[in-house]
């Protein structure tokens, strides 16, 4: 079995999930779609369990947003807090052996925050500075997570970043 990623999951939820409001069978089917893409082998998710993942998301969205590394590892370290954050290996669905960091019985928000958090967490300890953010392609909303190989991103995609570029020199030729 593939290992998880648990950057390229929170990547995907986030841009699947609603900004804030009410949540539907149709976002719960698109985040349980999202998270069969990144080895979570769940059937499908209540309402009440989709607006927890959801309410989670917006959280892990706001951290996004922050782009000064310092605040960002605090904030990554009062998401510890809140959810209790405790290591202990884990296996489970033929999984390989991997860290959780949610209590047992969390449900899917605290469970996304701490794993986000903890993989967020690993990305500055490891280049000691943020690789995400939200694209600054005008129109774009949607967010990226590098896993720092490389310079320092601002579009989400080769795309977006061309459409940006070739926007810039059309401005500078007017």
């Given at each position: 079995?593939?290992?998880i990623?648990?950057?390229a999951?929170?990547?995907?939820?986030?841009?699947?999930?609603?900004?804030?409001?009410?949540?539907?069978?149709?976002t719960?089917?698109?985040l349980?779609?999202a998270?069969h893409?990144?080895?979570?082998?769940?059937?499908r998710?209540e309402?009440?369990?989709a607006a927890?993942?959801?309410?989670a998301?917006?959280?892990?969205?706001?951290?996004l947003?922050?782009?000064d590394?310092?605040r960002?590892a605090?904030?990554?370290?009062?998401?510890f807090?809140?959810?209790?954050a405790?290591p202990r290996?884990?296996r489970?669905?033929?999984?390989?052996?991997h860290?959780?960091?949610?209590?047992a019985?969390?449900?899917?928000?605290?469970?996304?925050?701490?794993?986000?958090?903890?993989a967020?967490a690993?990305?500055?300890?490891?280049?000691?500075?943020?690789?995400?953010?939200?694209c600054?392609a005008?129109?774009?909303?949607?967010?990226?997570?590098?896993?720092?190989?490389?310079?320092a991103?601002?579009?989400?995609s080769?795309?977006c970043?061309?459409?940006?570029r070739?926007a810039?020199h059309?401005s500078?030729?007017?």
């Open positions: 079995m593939e290992t990623r648990p950057l999951r929170l990547e995907a939820l986030v841009n699947v999930a609603p900004a804030a409001g009410q949540v539907d069978e149709e719960a089917a698109c349980v779609s998270l893409e990144h080895g979570e082998t769940l059937e998710l309402l009440d369990e927890d993942l959801t309410a998301l917006v959280r892990l969205r706001e951290l947003l922050i782009d590394v310092d960002a605090q904030q990554i370290n009062v998401i807090d809140e959810v209790a405790r290996l884990s489970h669905n033929d999984s390989p052996w860290i959780h960091v949610d209590p019985d969390a449900g899917w928000g605290s469970w996304l925050l701490a794993s986000s958090a903890l967020l690993g990305v500055i300890q490891e280049h000691g500075r943020r690789t995400w953010g939200r600054e005008a129109g774009c909303e949607r967010y990226y997570i590098g896993d720092g190989r490389g310079g991103r601002r579009y989400c080769a795309r970043a061309s459409r940006s070739v810039r059309r500078r030729q007017r």
